[in-house]
């Protein structure tokens, strides 16, 4: 059986209906958790692992470019430094043949150019790279062999 609601039922209905609205206004903080921080699913975790990651990577690489820089430019001295030295070794070893010596051979041979025969070198050389003056006309890798 059916009744249609009387008035006195539908005020009772909406009292009803606005003490639970009420209540759940009410209640609102204490019975749902508080909104979501940054972390809370899985992920915005990530993303903010990742971002913490980049920051210490960030942070790594700086102080560590630092480092690298200071490493550097101590090495940098070092490496002149020994230059320097290893070039007064050889300017005082030989002080002419670094300059005037061709690197293509093992002899002495001046640098091309100029040209030079062999009646220009002194004894026979070895050819260490190319025959720039073409001394080796075999091309067997001695030149001017032939006195
Ligand atoms: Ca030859």
Redesign the pocket.
């Known amino acids: 059986m059916t009744s249609k609601p009387n008035g006195r039922q539908v005020t009772r209905a909406a009292v009803a209906a606005v003490a639970v609205a009420t209540l759940l206004l009410a209640g609102c903080g204490e019975e749902f958790p508080p909104p979501p921080e940054s972390g809370n699913t899985p992920g915005e975790r990530y993303r903010e692992e990742q971002r913490q990651q980049n920051e210490e990577a960030l942070a790594r690489a700086a102080r560590s470019d630092r480092a690298q820089q200071r490493r550097e430019g101590a090495l940098r001295l070092r490496r002149e430094r020994a230059a320097d030295r290893a070039e007064r070794a050889t300017e005082e070893a030989e002080p002419e043949e670094s300059e005037d010596c061709d690197s293509n051979y093992s002899g002495c041979v001046p640098v091309y150019p100029p040209d030079v025969n062999c009646e220009d070198v002194d004894g026979p050389v070895n050819v260490t790279g190319e025959d720039v003056h073409q001394l080796?006309?075999?091309g067997?890798g001695?030149?001017c062999?032939d006195p």
């Open positions: 080796d006309r075999e067997d001695e030149a062999e």
